[in-house]
């Protein structure tokens, strides 16, 4: 490390190797990872983030920073990077700088913010189910969570972005982009909306004031419901045979089909479908609504119902009526249990339309394969409603027709089943999308990948057979414009990683 930058990082709490503390920050959520720079540093403000990237640039070294440490790829350790900003310490909510709305920095975490948004205002936000995930990433990705089909995506709220940009003379300084500007700030902003963390700067901050047939508080955000309808539904596999498997997730599907308007009680209710290996003996069902919009959970009920109606399977079910917060926390995919400590890999899909008989068959063999998948499943997500709101190229986040998201995961703990695990979880998603070339390409039941879940093999001819280019996949008609961003904010591409937007030509 130079003299300059052990100067600065003597100033922002250095971690280096060799202390008791390096082996943990080393590795993030998914271990498979390893970063191993010569610093962690850990910046208390804003200017603490500026001063370490002009401390790096200057130097020409490799800079990379984390929120939540919850990205499914190695996008903070590779390339080999000198210095990683720990952004743990950027954790305040407070009011926006002028006029309605909050103010929340980039290190803090999704159950921090819920909680400081509920307790102080009464207000809420569209934010994931993992409450440990941070706010830098989960932003600039777009973001969605349980209330999405009623709220939105995260990025629907966004106000303004504050981001440490480095220029073409490596001049490092804090830009303040807002939504109502135009010309190369518009971009910026936007870029945030969807664009993936890693790709123009270092986010240090970012407001949030929501549309106003959605702002219900003085803050200017959603307000909290006043309660939430909670079911847990366990079936056991025992009693699920294929043809019950094909039912659960043919109505799962044409539900969210019925039902996809905004506004409406239906489009309080989220569910999440864990079709779970079954070498786990169930597959689970997690449901909510809001009790403002679903007052007796009759509605919830509903759906629920219409899984299995008719049929000989029943779930084993339980739940009630929660406070807000704990209603949150119930839907919650916590950083526990078997995902801890764990190599994990995931893929993902948005689905316009059900899946096919031939597709739901190709999960269920997958499902019931011999396979050690403790923690191996693909989670079927609801969509649409208030998302569907907006066009394409509104937010860089494209996907605004989709009535379902998935997710495809596998975790494992030796390294030696690394291959085994991979896959597994390669060759159900790729027969599963054999039809359009191994990747859930834009067509009419199908709308591509999230980018809060990436996944390198789409950039591999191997694994993706078809002609559509990974970034296609994640930004559709929207790179273009995120490379104008980038050649403007990040001319240098000083922040770059294996999947960032590439500078392109002008």
């Given at each position: 490390?130079?003299?300059?930058?052990?100067?600065?990082?003597?100033?922002?709490?250095?971690?280096?190797?060799?202390?008791?503390?390096?082996?943990?920050?080393?590795?993030?959520?998914?271990?498979?990872?390893?970063?191993?720079?010569?610093?962690?540093?850990?910046?208390?403000?804003?200017?603490?983030?500026?001063?370490?990237?002009?401390?790096a640039v200057t130097a020409r070294l490799e800079v990379s920073c984390r929120s939540g440490g919850h990205c499914g790829?190695?996008?903070?350790?590779?390339?080999?990077?000198?210095?990683?900003?720990?952004?743990?310490?950027?954790?305040?909510?407070?009011?926006?700088?002028?006029?309605?709305?909050?103010?929340?920095?980039?290190?803090?975490?999704?159950?921090?913010?819920?909680?400081?948004?509920?307790?102080?205002?009464?207000?809420?936000?569209?934010?994931?189910?993992?409450?440990?995930?941070?706010?830098?990433?989960?932003?600039?990705?777009?973001?969605?969570?349980?209330?999405?089909?009623?709220?939105?995506?995260?990025?629907?709220?966004?106000?303004?972005?504050?981001?440490?940009?480095?220029?073409?003379?490596?001049?490092?300084?804090?830009?303040?982009?807002?939504?109502?500007?135009?010309?190369?700030?518009?971009?910026?902003?936007?870029?945030?909306?969807?664009?993936?963390?890693?790709?123009?700067?270092?986010?240090?901050?970012?407001?949030?004031?929501?549309?106003?047939?959605?702002?219900?508080?003085?803050?200017?955000?959603?307000?909290?419901?006043?309660?939430?309808?909670?079911?847990?539904?366990?079936?056991?596999?025992?009693?699920?045979?294929?043809?019950?498997?094909?039912?659960?997730?043919?109505?799962?599907?044409?539900?969210?089909?019925?039902?996809?308007?905004?506004?409406?009680?239906?489009?309080?209710?989220?569910?999440?479908?864990?079709?779970?290996?079954?070498?786990?003996?169930?597959?689970?069902?997690?449901?909510?609504?809001?009790?403002?919009?679903?007052?007796?959970?009759?509605?919830?009920?509903?759906?629920?119902?219409?899984?299995?109606?008719?049929?000989?399977?029943?779930?084993?079910?339980?739940?009630?009526?929660?406070?807000?917060?704990?209603?949150?926390?119930?839907?919650?995919?916590?950083?526990?249990?078997?995902?801890?400590?764990?190599?994990?890999?995931?893929?993902?899909?948005?689905?316009?339309?059900?899946?096919?008989?031939?597709?739901?068959?190709?999960?269920?063999?997958?499902?019931?394969?011999?396979?050690?998948?403790?923690?191996?499943?693909?989670?079927?997500?609801?969509?649409?409603?208030?998302?569907?709101?907006?066009?394409?190229?509104?937010?860089?986040?494209?996907?605004?027709?989709?009535?379902?998201?998935?997710?495809?995961?596998?975790?494992?703990?030796?390294?030696?089943?690394?291959?085994?695990?991979?896959?597994?979880?390669?060759?159900?998603?790729?027969?599963?999308?054999?039809?359009?070339?191994?990747?859930?390409?834009?067509?009419?039941?199908?709308?591509?990948?999230?980018?809060?879940?990436?996944?390198?093999?789409?950039?591999?001819?191997?694994?993706?057979?078809?002609?559509?280019?990974?970034?296609?996949?994640?930004?559709?008609?929207?790179?273009?414009?995120?490379?104008?961003?980038?050649?403007?904010?990040?001319?240098?591409?000083?922040?770059?990683?294996?999947?960032?937007?590439?500078?392109?030509?002008?």
């Amino acid at each position: 490390m130079s003299a300059g930058l052990a100067a600065l990082a003597a100033q922002l709490n250095p971690v280096f190797s060799g202390d008791p503390r390096f082996a943990e920050l080393t590795h993030s959520d998914n271990q498979r990872f390893e970063v191993r720079p010569d610093a962690f540093v850990f910046p208390n403000t804003a200017g603490d983030v500026v001063e370490a990237i002009q401390s790096a640039v200057t130097a020409r070294l490799e800079v990379s920073c984390r929120s939540g440490g919850h990205c499914g790829q190695d996008f903070v350790g590779s390339p080999r990077r000198d210095l990683v900003l720990d952004l743990c310490r950027l954790t305040d909510v407070t009011p926006a700088v002028s006029g309605p709305g909050v103010r929340v920095s980039s290190g803090a975490t999704v159950g921090h913010v819920q909680k400081a948004l509920f307790r102080q205002w009464g207000a809420t936000l569209p934010l994931g189910a993992c409450m440990a995930v941070g706010m830098g990433g989960l932003v600039a990705g777009g973001g969605y969570g349980p209330l999405s089909r009623r709220l939105g995506l995260v990025a629907d709220h966004l106000s303004a972005v504050e981001v440490a940009v480095v220029d073409e003379n490596r001049t490092v300084r804090l830009v303040t982009a807002r939504s109502e500007d135009d010309g190369d700030l518009g971009d910026l902003f936007w870029a945030h909306t969807g664009g993936g963390g890693g790709n123009f700067g270092v986010v240090t901050a970012y407001e949030f004031c929501s549309p106003e047939h959605l702002a219900a508080t003085e803050i200017g955000l959603p307000a909290a419901a006043a309660g939430v309808n909670v079911q847990k539904v366990l079936y056991p596999w025992a009693m699920v045979d294929e043809a019950g498997f094909c039912t659960l997730v043919r109505r799962f599907f044409a539900w969210h089909e019925r039902h996809q308007e905004a506004g409406t009680a239906e489009a309080s209710v989220f569910a999440t479908f864990f079709l779970r290996h079954s070498f786990t003996p169930f597959l689970e069902l997690m449901v909510q609504s809001d009790v403002d919009m679903d007052p007796d959970g009759s509605v919830l009920a509903a759906f629920v119902g219409s899984l299995t109606e008719g049929t000989n399977m029943s779930g084993i079910s339980r739940g009630g009526v929660m406070t807000f917060l704990t209603g949150t926390r119930y839907m919650s995919q916590a950083d526990c249990g078997d995902v801890m400590g764990a190599r994990s890999a995931s893929k993902s899909a948005y689905h316009r339309a059900a899946a096919s008989t031939d597709q739901i068959a190709v999960l269920h063999r997958h499902l019931t394969s011999p396979h050690p998948g403790q923690a191996s499943y693909v989670m079927l997500n609801s969509y649409g409603g208030e998302i569907n709101q907006r066009a394409r190229t509104a937010t860089a986040s494209p996907q605004r027709d989709s009535i379902a998201k998935s997710s495809w995961f596998t975790a494992w703990l030796d390294p030696g089943l690394d291959e085994l695990h991979l896959g597994w979880l390669r060759e159900l998603y790729e027969e599963f999308f054999a039809a359009t070339g191994g990747v859930p390409i834009s067509n009419a039941a199908t709308d591509g990948c999230y980018i809060n879940y990436p996944d390198l093999d789409t950039r591999d001819p191997q694994r993706n057979r078809s002609a559509t280019p990974w970034h296609e996949l994640y930004y559709g008609p929207n790179y273009a414009r995120l490379q104008r961003a980038k050649r403007t904010w990040d001319p240098l591409d000083i922040f770059h990683h294996s999947m960032s937007i590439d500078l392109g030509e002008a």
